[in-house]
């Protein structure tokens, strides 16, 4: 696996919590929830990549991708962070997981 997409894995203080990243209007936000399905028709946005984690990976990621942050959970579709999604994206789908 490539050294740049190493996540570091917490235990999830909830085994439902994922971290998503979904886009809408050009933006990107990269937030958490328990319920995907529920929170992308609650911001009428779609799903870019979700994965397993919790309020601490999100945290994580906010931070990488800082500069890129606009307001919020809301960030600049980037290069940078298009590289990141869909590079996860491929890694997913070779893994034959969703």
């Known amino acids: 696996m490539d050294e740049q997409l190493c996540l570091f ?13 979904a886009e809408r ?12 399905y529920r929170r992308m028709r609650e911001l009428k946005a779609r799903f870019l990549l979700v994965l397993p984690g919790d309020v601490f990976l999100e945290a994580q990621l906010h931070r990488r991708f ?6 919020g959970e809301w960030f600049a579709p980037t290069p940078e962070l298009w590289d990141y999604i869909y590079r996860l ?5 070779e893994d034959g997981a969703a």
């Open 89 to 93: 994206r491929s890694q997913t789908d």
């Open 66 to 71: 800082a500069n890129s942050r606009m307001v």
């Open 9 to 21: 894995v917490t235990v999830s203080t909830d085994p439902r919590s994922v971290v998503y990243f």
């Open 25 to 36: 209007r050009g933006y990107i936000k990269i937030g958490t929830t328990t319920n995907p």
